[in-house]
């Protein structure tokens, strides 16, 4: 019985991970849509339906101005629905009708938002529990006799944190790659770490060449570095480091997304990598359960630069191609057939939710 009990409670702590990263994304996606909304009733825009989630509605409720506020049965997205987005509407306030710089700046709020919260959490993250970095946690014992007697100042000992190579400062483990991604075996790599609590520069010789196949290769980061291991750990700093470090890592989030896209492209990373919104919630119920609000702050902050960050990307049904097409308009002087372009941004939404799906099935098997 005793174990039945524990069972039963270690699966409700399990699903109440799972509702929370659904909780973390809802809120993601609505923050996002909220960045439209004030930006559209800023500028006057005819703003029909802001939603929060999709499906059937189970709660509805409309405005003295004739908006639409609601809560849908899928908590897994949201809108901002304008009036005449992709038709032909007579109504001044209709979004097609507004000046284009107008409609860029609502088409770039969301993501804006987004940025913005996600630039906060980390603030958050770095300001209670440090900055990322990694502390090593085995060292390769085994030797390289290629590279004679190495001095003991030359290399990383169990222990040290990592702070900074080669001038980068390093929160991901692609700061580690990039940091060495030109250099030889033998090499030697200025490195700034913590050893015993003092920061201590060091010039690393490297063991092996900085080669690496895509992001994922952290065996060969390894060998180059000469170790068995790395873990990830954080560093508390002042105030002002504390803002610096957080600008600088969410554009470091940024650059990594797009390190993705290039390597997909070039067929260096397999689309078994990626991961559609089952992914992302099972994700991020793993983190939470094992780092709390530490992984909490992390994940919520990662989820939020990489909607800014995709949502601009000129993708058809995502902002960025309607700001693309905004562009175009803009110096046509006229709008191309507005139906083409809606059906344009529908063929791209059912290949997202398509393609999510895909990368969610190759996850599971």
């Not at 040290?160 to 080669?166: A, C, E, Q, T």
């Not at 609590?197 to 080669?211: D, I, Q, V, W």
């Not at 067929?267 to 709390?292: E, H, P």
């Amino acid at each position: 019985m005793e174990h039945l009990l524990l069972s039963f409670a270690s699966v409700m702590q399990s699903i109440g991970y799972v509702v929370l990263a659904i909780v973390v994304l809802l809120i993601m996606i609505t923050v996002h849509e909220f960045g439209h909304y004030v930006a559209g009733k800023l500028l006057g825009f005819g703003i029909e339906e802001f939603a929060i989630g999709f499906g059937p509605k189970l709660y509805s409720k409309k405005a003295k101005s004739g908006e639409v506020f609601s809560v849908r049965a899928l908590p897994i997205g949201g809108f901002c629905a304008f009036k005449g987005e992709d038709e032909e509407d007579d109504d001044p306030k209709a979004f097609n009708n507004r000046k284009p710089w107008q409609r860029i700046i609502v088409l770039i709020s969301g993501a804006l938002m987004n940025f913005l919260l996600a630039l906060l959490l980390i603030f958050l993250l770095f300001g209670a529990y440090g900055r990322p970095a990694y502390v090593v946690t085995e060292r390769e014992e085994m030797g390289f006799p290629s590279l004679g007697q190495i001095e003991e100042s030359a290399i990383l000992k169990e222990g040290d944190v990592i702070l900074s190579m080669n001038g980068r400062r390093v929160y991901l483990a692609t700061d580690l790659m990039r940091a060495i991604d030109d250099k030889q075996a033998g090499d030697m790599v200025p490195i700034t770490v913590l050893r015993d609590g003092e920061r201590t520069e060091l010039n690393l010789r490297l063991h092996r060449n900085g080669e690496f196949t895509n992001i994922e290769d952290t065996e060969a980061l390894l060998l180059a570095l000469g170790l068995r291991s790395l873990s990830a750990t954080n560093v508390r700093q002042g105030f002002f480091p504390t803002i610096g470090n957080g600008f600088e890592y969410s554009f470091r989030v940024a650059g990594t997304i797009f390190t993705v896209l290039g390597q997909l492209f070039t067929g260096k990373l397999g689309i078994s990598s990626l991961g559609g919104t089952v992914t992302t919630v099972s994700v991020t119920a793993s983190a939470i359960r094992v780092g709390g609000l530490n992984y909490l702050l992390m994940m919520a902050s990662f989820i939020g630069v990489n909607l800014a960050v995709f949502n601009l990307l000129p993708i058809p049904a995502l902002d960025g191609s309607r700001v693309v097409f905004t562009i175009i308009e803009w110096i046509r002087k006229k709008p191309m057939n507005r139906k083409v372009e809606a059906a344009i941004h529908f063929c791209g939404f059912v290949f997202l939710i398509g393609f999510a799906v895909l990368v969610d099935i190759l996850q599971l098997f």
